[in-house]
């Protein structure tokens, strides 16, 4: 392929001596569970976010069961209790939901952002909604006022799915002040699975929470939970982040604002350039940092994407497809109740991801926008 959907080697190039020296150290440390690397990354990452509790931990889908069993021992979630989650995500949002014993209530996206459409909240309310998860659906920040207003009004904890929009700054305030996606709410989690904005070398995960005993009860949950040596005040697991990635994790993570700037710049190039008849670019708003442009999302509206994405293979141009099918459509979730789900289906049947990352140059996106502005769908 002339220009690959990802090459994971050219994007981690720039910190490859880096990467070398952070796994010599920690080989030489003897240290290979917990410890000071593992606490130096969750600080800096508290220092980024502003969020005062971090704790580091396997991956994002454990961040977000960790999130949802610790509200549940703390007391603050019940088994059974609704969660408005959007339709639109990737399947780990729901199957964290549904792994805690809680009850997922899928809302339909927003055309235009994809994200949770925050104007269908309201008709889904029930006496046993607790809980809203907003994802920050490929680097777009999912956060306004109705949602703010909504949570407030109905005493709803907060949980950001920020797996995909670490970095990202949102136009109204968090429900603490802060602007930072994973600072919003009352608990975020982050992926640093290796194609995410930052990316380890393997799995890895953060919970933020500006909630204390919540910090507590995750930290215990995911250390088999215990809160000191062989005491268990939980049946926990093991979901701790690894020291050797928090090392890789501290190396990357102050580039953060400039890859995503990277990122920006290849999102405005595909936007100001491309201009083709059945092809709807993503929406741009006025803000720069209110997308992390995880992922660059056309929608094909001919009814021919599979042939758009034939013939973009033929000009040597790698895809993807984020997602071809919806959670609901998944067969594990063949009995899950949801209310219709238009603009999901429709987004499942037109979406198309074109290369984003810094692997990606500024004039590759030039060149794919013209080769895309020259197919025949
Ligand atoms: C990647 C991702 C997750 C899960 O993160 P892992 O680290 O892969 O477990 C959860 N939610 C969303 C939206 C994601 O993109």
Redesign the pocket.
């Known amino acids: 392929m002339r220009y690959p959907f990802l090459n994971l080697d050219t994007v981690n190039a720039p910190y490859r001596e880096a990467l070398a020296e952070a796994a010599t150290r920690v080989i030489g440390s003897g240290r290979f569970v917990g410890g000071p690397e593992v606490e130096h990354f969750e600080s800096m990452l508290s220092d980024m976010t502003g969020v005062p509790y971090i704790i580091g931990v396997s991956?994002?889908?454990?961040?977000?069961r960790l999130i949802l069993k610790g509200y549940i021992e703390i007391g603050r979630l019940h088994h059974g209790d609704e969660v408005i989650v959007p339709a639109n995500?990737?399947v780990?949002?729901v199957l964290?939901i549904s792994d805690a014993g809680l009850t997922p209530i899928l809302v339909d996206a927003d055309i235009r952002t994809m994200n949770i459409d925050t104007d269908l909240i309201n008709r889904v309310l029930t006496p046993r909604t607790r809980a809203i998860m907003t994802?920050h659906?490929y680097g777009r920040v999912a956060w306004d006022q109705t949602l703010v207003d909504i949570a407030r009004k109905n005493n709803l904890l907060v949980i950001e799915?920020n797996?995909?929009g670490i970095g990202g700054v949102s136009k109204i305030a968090g429900l603490y002040g802060g602007r930072r996606t994973g600072s919003l709410g009352d608990a975020s989690?982050f992926?640093?699975?290796p194609t995410?904005n930052v990316g380890a070398l393997g799995?890895?995960?953060a919970v933020a929470t500006h909630d204390k005993e919540l910090a507590k009860a995750v930290k215990a949950l995911a250390n088999y939970g215990s809160d000191r040596r062989y005491h268990n005040i939980y049946k926990g697991y093991n979901c701790r982040l690894d020291p050797l990635q928090a090392a890789f994790l501290s190396v990357k993570l102050p580039h953060t604002d400039r890859e995503n700037a990277d990122r920006f710049e290849r999102a405005v190039t595909y936007s100001r350039n491309i201009s083709h008849p059945y092809v709807v670019t993503p929406y741009m708003s006025s803000e720069v940092t209110d997308n992390v442009w995880?992922q660059y999302v056309l929608r094909i509206t001919s009814g021919k994407r599979e042939e758009f994405i034939r013939q973009l293979a033929e000009h040597g141009v790698g895809t993807d497809i984020h997602y071809a099918t919806p959670p609901h459509r998944q067969p594990c979730y063949a009995d899950l109740k949801h209310e219709a789900l238009p603009v999901t289906e429709q987004l499942a049947g037109e979406v198309v991801s074109l290369p984003i990352s810094t692997g990606t140059s500024v004039s590759d996106a030039a060149e794919i926008a013209e080769i895309i502005n020259n197919l025949k769908l």
Do not use: E, W
């Open positions: 991956n994002g889908l454990d961040a977000l995500t990737y780990a949002s964290a994802v659906l799915d797996a995909q989690a992926s640093f699975y995410k799995d890895a995960g995880h």
